[in-house]
């Protein structure tokens, strides 16, 4: 059991740098779809009680709101 929850961190974190690495290259607009996205869909499990339309829904809904955020500084 012990060694099982050594593998699942581990393979958790090698997925996290993987995935840090993939956004090197991203437009700011991209990234902050994805973190919209990300955001959706942690806030949609949670209103939704863990349902996967509600996740699925925040997700689409984060991501959308992310793409149309202006960071550019005026």
Do not use: E
């Not at 059991?1 to 991209?30: E, F, P, Q």
């Not at 996205?37 to 339309?53: F, Q």
């Amino acid at each position: 059991m012990k060694s099982m929850k050594k593998t699942i961190m581990y393979s958790l974190l090698a997925i996290a740098l993987l995935g840090t690495s993939a956004c090197s290259n991203m437009s700011t607009r991209d990234k902050n779809t994805a973190i919209g996205a990300g955001i959706g869909a942690v806030g949609g499990a949670v209103l939704t009680g863990g349902s996967a339309l509600g996740t699925v829904g925040g997700a689409a809904v984060g991501g959308v709101i992310g793409n149309q955020i202006n960071t550019k500084k005026k």
